[in-house]
């Protein structure tokens, strides 16, 4: 088997060390994020719609129900608060694509790519417009994404595209020496403060009349139907579940994602003459193209946001503060963190921290509806929800009115992925996928019997 450049051109162990000795475990995002207080649920109260979930997928659905319904009294119930979770702590790309990739959504559904990416660009769009029309505080800036070869093997898929760089020209954009080839899309990604956005969704949202209620732990789902909490409880006409990668309300989806823990760095304010070594002016999101992937991009502040590789199943799908500190990981990602930017060496990261990512087997979301019609859903965004998830509220909201659209009549809407099995093959399962993308970035990209077998059924999944 060969070697990554990673493998080949380590960070010295040093280097590493003194990256990591004054970082801390907390979200960057979140640090000092200015936010309201919302109640918590206490007695009975009835609404027209209730949303299960404060994350991007139910602040979505809240602004745009009550964009299409002002009289529509929508409520929305957290467990915690507003976009502490997913997305309050990821890397802030919010991608045109719906189907994680062209790659993904071609093999699975190739008559109708076209429309699917036409719809993505549009959700993009929209997006934009809507931070425009309500003013929003969210670090919105639509750069663009860098998708860099870093092994030879990688340059294959970059000679099919028409616009690609040469070594030179990509170092041009963004300087390291890891860099043989790459790809700007400039239309197809936005940067995002992440928590911003959560927070700013719910704000407008709120100037709407949407009533929320934070600590609100959703304990069932009964005849009604009745949305039930600890302390209290609501009767509403339809109920839209975006809990991510909780667990499921609805039995039948128990089994049709498992959460990944991902690991992320962010490193100090760089200074002028760092970043007139480093480039990257055009601010553009960058994503490296093996199957074990990393993502960087530039902060409003000036720091590096360096995230991904490790991708992290643990026994039973279980959700555990624990599992965010994984010390290996975060010395694995600043080890690659120098081999990609070596200049920037003595460079110290202040925040080091992971969060859950639903996966399911599709690799992109999938919807549905249960209880007659009563209530939608839409989950296993597999990590690429910060666009797509407001796809998924004009999808679910389409679900609940019951009429025909162009989304709902897409192949993409109307399927269910293949469900995961339960434990333990589910463990064994995905540690030995993981095993053998690892291997296949050893190997040239070469995807083994067990890809290949993974590709028939609809399993698979080439980043």
């Given at each position: 088997m060969g070697t990554t450049v990673f493998e080949r051109r380590p960070a010295p162990a040093s280097v590493v060390r003194?990256?990591?000795?004054?970082?801390?475990?907390?979200?960057?995002?979140?640090?000092?994020?200015?936010r309201p207080d919302?109640?918590?649920?206490?007695?009975?109260?009835?609404?027209?719609?209730?949303?299960?979930?404060?994350?991007?997928?139910?602040?979505?659905?809240?602004?745009?129900?009550?964009?299409?319904?002002?009289?529509r009294r929508v409520v929305v119930l957290e467990a915690r608060t507003i976009g502490w979770a997913a997305s309050g702590r990821n890397g802030g790309f919010c991608e045109a694509s719906l189907t994680h990739g062209e790659e993904n959504g071609a093999n699975r559904w190739p008559e109708e790519l076209d429309q699917l990416e036409q719809l993505g660009l549009e959700n993009l769009d929209g997006i934009q417009r809507t931070?425009?029309?309500?003013?929003?505080?969210?670090?919105?800036?639509?750069?663009?994404?860098?998708?860099?070869?870093?092994?030879?093997?990688?340059?294959?898929?970059?000679?099919?595209?028409?616009?690609?760089?040469?070594?030179?020209?990509?170092?041009?954009?963004?300087?390291?020496?890891?860099?043989?080839?790459?790809l700007w899309e400039k239309d197809d990604c936005a940067l995002v403060h992440p928590a911003k956005l959560a927070v700013e969704l719910a704000r407008a949202a709120a100037d709407l009349g949407v009533e929320f209620y934070e600590h609100s732990l959703v304990r069932a789902i009964e005849e009604g139907p009745v949305v039930r909490t600890a302390k209290g409880s609501v009767r509403a006409r339809q109920v839209a579940l975006a809990t991510n990668v909780f667990p499921s309300l609805l039995r039948r989806n128990r089994l049709m994602t498992v959460p990944v823990y991902d690991y992320v760095l962010m490193t100090e304010p760089l200074t002028a003459e760092q970043w007139d070594d480093v480039g990257w002016t055009e601010?553009?999101?960058?994503?490296?193209?093996?199957?074990?992937?990393?993502?960087?991009?530039?902060?409003?502040?000036?720091?590096?946001?360096f995230g991904g590789y490790d991708a992290v199943y643990h026994y039973g799908g279980r959700i555990r503060a624990a599992y965010e500190n994984r010390p290996e990981s975060f010395r694995r990602l600043a080890s690659h963190f120098f081999t990609t930017f070596p200049q920037?060496?003595?460079?110290?990261?202040?925040?080091?921290?992971?969060?859950?990512?639903d996966t399911c087997s599709r690799f992109c979301a999938f919807y549905g509806t249960a209880r007659k019609g009563?209530?939608?859903?839409?989950?296993?965004?597999?990590?690429?929800?910060?666009?797509?998830?407001?796809?998924?509220?004009?999808?679910?909201?389409?679900?609940?009115?019951g009429d025909p659209t162009e989304r709902t009549e897409l192949q993409m809407v109307r399927e269910r992925p293949i469900p995961f099995p339960p434990e333990p093959a589910a463990s064994?399962?995905?540690?030995?996928?993981?095993?053998?993308?690892?291997?296949?970035?050893?190997?040239?990209?070469?995807?083994?019997?067990?890809?290949?077998?993974?590709?028939?059924?609809g399993m698979g999944f080439d980043s």
């Amino acid at each position: 088997m060969g070697t990554t450049v990673f493998e080949r051109r380590p960070a010295p162990a040093s280097v590493v060390r003194h990256s990591l000795s004054a970082t801390r475990q907390s979200v960057f995002w979140l640090d000092g994020l200015a936010r309201p207080d919302h109640p918590t649920l206490a007695g009975e109260i009835s609404a027209d719609l209730v949303i299960v979930g404060g994350g991007y997928t139910g602040l979505w659905t809240a602004l745009r129900a009550k964009e299409r319904d002002p009289d529509r009294r929508v409520v929305v119930l957290e467990a915690r608060t507003i976009g502490w979770a997913a997305s309050g702590r990821n890397g802030g790309f919010c991608e045109a694509s719906l189907t994680h990739g062209e790659e993904n959504g071609a093999n699975r559904w190739p008559e109708e790519l076209d429309q699917l990416e036409q719809l993505g660009l549009e959700n993009l769009d929209g997006i934009q417009r809507t931070v425009e029309r309500y003013g929003m505080d969210a670090e919105f800036e639509r750069t663009g994404q860098l998708a860099v070869a870093v092994e030879p093997y990688q340059l294959d898929w970059l000679a099919t595209q028409e616009d690609a760089l040469d070594a030179d020209a990509t170092r041009a954009l963004v300087n390291s020496p890891t860099y043989l080839g790459g790809l700007w899309e400039k239309d197809d990604c936005a940067l995002v403060h992440p928590a911003k956005l959560a927070v700013e969704l719910a704000r407008a949202a709120a100037d709407l009349g949407v009533e929320f209620y934070e600590h609100s732990l959703v304990r069932a789902i009964e005849e009604g139907p009745v949305v039930r909490t600890a302390k209290g409880s609501v009767r509403a006409r339809q109920v839209a579940l975006a809990t991510n990668v909780f667990p499921s309300l609805l039995r039948r989806n128990r089994l049709m994602t498992v959460p990944v823990y991902d690991y992320v760095l962010m490193t100090e304010p760089l200074t002028a003459e760092q970043w007139d070594d480093v480039g990257w002016t055009e601010r553009q999101g960058v994503a490296d193209m093996a199957n074990q992937f990393h993502y960087y991009r530039r902060t409003a502040d000036g720091r590096i946001l360096f995230g991904g590789y490790d991708a992290v199943y643990h026994y039973g799908g279980r959700i555990r503060a624990a599992y965010e500190n994984r010390p290996e990981s975060f010395r694995r990602l600043a080890s690659h963190f120098f081999t990609t930017f070596p200049q920037l060496e003595g460079t110290q990261f202040t925040h080091r921290w992971a969060g859950a990512i639903d996966t399911c087997s599709r690799f992109c979301a999938f919807y549905g509806t249960a209880r007659k019609g009563s209530i939608a859903y839409a989950l296993g965004f597999t990590g690429l929800g910060v666009g797509a998830s407001r796809f998924a509220a004009d999808v679910m909201l389409d679900l609940l009115a019951g009429d025909p659209t162009e989304r709902t009549e897409l192949q993409m809407v109307r399927e269910r992925p293949i469900p995961f099995p339960p434990e333990p093959a589910a463990s064994a399962g995905v540690l030995a996928t993981r095993w053998a993308m690892d291997r296949a970035d050893h190997d040239r990209g070469r995807r083994n019997l067990l890809l290949k077998a993974l590709d028939a059924v609809g399993m698979g999944f080439d980043s």
